[in-house]
């Protein structure tokens, strides 16, 4: 296996960040322990669905090589690579690169034709096929991987229950006018609610583990079968990845592609179990419910009717609306139906087990994350820092305990 030079060194810095994050996390984990099963399958799985969920975790954690379609730029060899606190499927410190121009009227565009703004960390040999920042953007963000514990309870959730949230005309007066994300889904053609991406870029999981392969890893497949590498020739490409395209084809034994075996994964990988109940943390979620967090971090909603017993009308306490919403942390990135500073209301379950917070892993704690809202989220940001130190701390116990 052909690898860059770039590629050792992303390992290396990756190597050294992971394992002083695993480092810091893992003592906080031991405290608190992610519980029995966290990265395991759903409750109620059949025995096809919980073999589907087993090959998916396999296909999650393969290594890809030149000739499985690795390249010619990209960012990680596996999903795992991104995808690994506290367990297999969930986030890590390893950032991504994305880029943007900003055009006269002062609007934002991607950096092809097709909106891209995607920047690679590194590239296959021996050939010019790294991706470089141009010299004239306007913006350069980073994005950190979203934990997928819980995404399949996600997807079942119907669009109507997430639109019937949306005010984007803030028609209630309370300065909060978040609005679904609709998006021509890639495995369907159909028009749904995004739901999936720091920008909600995705309806389904198909479609976001295949954007994520081409995207990520560089590995075309049905839905997205042309290369990605902004910036590099054609002929380059050509030369640094010589494998046929759509390079994701269904396996012999299963019938299966990698894409549907990553889907199977994240649908039916379980959410993290919640932390201790205690006075506090009781106190703090009423307090949470009182000064306005949960108008975007809605406690629960609910998936609609399904033939799987996993996903047939079950509460799913996900701590989020699934909506767009401009809260001032936006990353100036376009994409989507997102405007630049949209992002989609990030889900709160699990969040004692990550660290840093917000999108670009700006924020070293949860209290420094509420600091930095503003925009729809001001008046709650100020009712924050309003409440008492006892209270404030009842609050942050009960965050701590999600």
Same mark, same amino acid.
């Given at each position: 296996?052909?690898?860059?030079?770039?590629?050792?060194?992303?390992?290396?810095?990756?190597?050294?960040?992971?394992?002083?994050?695993?480092?810091?996390?893992?003592?906080?984990? =031991?405290?608190?322990?992610?519980?029995?099963?966290?990265?395991?399958?759903?409750?109620?799985?059949?025995?096809?669905?919980?073999?589907?969920?087993?090959?998916? /975790?396999?296909?999650?954690?393969?290594?890809?090589?030149?000739?499985?379609?690795?390249?010619?730029?990209?960012?990680?060899?596996?999903?795992?690579?991104?995808?690994?606190?506290?367990?297999?499927?969930?986030?890590?410190?390893?950032?991504?690169?994305?880029?943007?121009?900003?055009?006269?009227?002062?609007?934002?565009?991607?950096?092809?034709?097709?909106?891209?703004?995607?920047?690679?960390?590194?590239?296959?040999?021996?050939?010019?096929?790294?991706?470089?920042?141009?010299?004239?953007?306007?913006?350069?963000?980073?994005?950190?991987?979203?934990?997928?514990?819980?995404?399949?309870?996600?997807?079942?959730?119907?669009?109507?229950?997430?639109?019937?949230?949306?005010?984007?005309?803030?028609?209630?007066? *309370?300065?909060?006018?978040?609005?679904?994300?609709?998006?021509?889904?890639?495995?369907?053609?159909?028009?749904?609610?995004?739901?999936?991406?720091? =920008?909600?870029?995705?309806?389904?999981?198909?479609?976001?583990?295949?954007?994520?392969?081409?995207?990520?890893?560089?590995?075309?497949?049905?839905?997205?079968? *042309?290369?990605?590498?902004?910036?590099?020739?054609?002929?380059?490409?050509?030369?640094?990845?010589?494998?046929?395209?759509?390079?994701?084809?269904?396996?012999?034994?299963?019938?299966?592609?990698?894409?549907?075996?990553?889907?199977?994964?994240?649908?039916?990988?379980?959410?993290?179990?919640?932390?201790?109940?205690?006075?506090?943390?009781?106190?703090?979620?009423?307090?949470?419910?009182?000064?306005?967090?949960?108008?975007?971090?809605?406690?629960?909603?609910?998936?609609?009717?399904?033939?799987?017993?996993?996903?047939?009308?079950?509460?799913?306490?996900?701590?989020?609306?699934?909506?767009?919403?401009?809260?001032?942390?936006?990353?100036?990135?376009?994409?989507?139906?997102?405007?630049?500073?949209?992002?989609?209301?990030?889900?709160?379950?699990?969040?004692?087990?990550?660290?840093?917070?917000?999108?670009?892993?700006?924020?070293?704690?949860?209290?420094?994350?509420?600091?930095?809202?503003?925009?729809?989220?001001?008046?709650?940001? /100020?009712?924050?820092?309003?409440?008492?130190?006892?209270?404030?701390?009842?609050?942050?116990?009960?965050?701590?305990?999600?």
């Amino acid at each position: 296996m052909l690898l860059s030079r770039n590629y050792f060194l992303t390992l290396l810095v990756m190597a050294s960040f992971c394992g002083t994050a695993f480092g810091l996390r893992a003592t906080a984990v =031991k405290a608190q322990g992610p519980g029995p099963g966290a990265g395991g399958a759903l409750a109620g799985l059949t025995p096809q669905e919980l073999t589907e969920f087993r090959r998916g /975790r396999g296909a999650f954690l393969r290594v890809e090589r030149n000739n499985t379609g690795l390249g010619p730029a990209f960012n990680a060899a596996s999903c795992a690579a991104c995808h690994n606190v506290p367990s297999i499927g969930g986030t890590s410190p390893f950032l991504v690169v994305r880029a943007a121009y900003r055009n006269e009227d002062g609007t934002m565009r991607g950096l092809d034709a097709f909106g891209e703004t995607l920047v690679h960390l590194t590239s296959i040999p021996p050939h010019d096929c790294q991706p470089v920042i141009p010299s004239d953007v306007a913006v350069v963000a980073h994005r950190a991987s979203i934990p997928m514990f819980g995404a399949g309870l996600v997807e079942a959730i119907p669009d109507e229950v997430i639109q019937a949230l949306a005010d984007p005309n803030d028609v209630d007066g *309370d300065g909060i006018s978040g609005r679904a994300s609709i998006v021509r889904d890639q495995a369907s053609g159909i028009f749904r609610v995004g739901r999936f991406g720091w =920008k909600g870029q995705h309806a389904t999981l198909l479609a976001f583990g295949a954007d994520a392969f081409r995207g990520e890893m560089g590995i075309t497949n049905d839905l997205f079968p *042309d290369e990605l590498a902004v910036g590099v020739p054609i002929l380059n490409r050509t030369l640094c990845d010589g494998q046929p395209d759509p390079e994701d084809t269904p396996d012999p034994a299963t019938g299966s592609r990698r894409i549907d075996d990553f889907e199977a994964f994240m649908r039916f990988l379980a959410p993290l179990p919640r932390g201790p109940l205690t006075g506090d943390v009781v106190d703090g979620e009423g307090l949470f419910r009182e000064i306005g967090c949960a108008e975007c971090h809605q406690p629960s909603l609910v998936t609609g009717p399904s033939e799987s017993a996993a996903f047939d009308r079950r509460a799913v306490p996900l701590f989020s609306d699934l909506l767009l919403h401009d809260v001032g942390t936006g990353d100036g990135i376009p994409q989507a139906a997102a405007l630049p500073n949209e992002l989609r209301t990030p889900a709160l379950w699990g969040l004692r087990f990550r660290l840093p917070l917000l999108h670009d892993g700006s924020a070293s704690t949860i209290e420094d994350a509420i600091r930095r809202h503003g925009v729809e989220a001001e008046s709650v940001r /100020r009712t924050f820092e309003l409440l008492s130190v006892a209270d404030r701390a009842r609050l942050l116990a009960f965050l701590n305990s999600l």
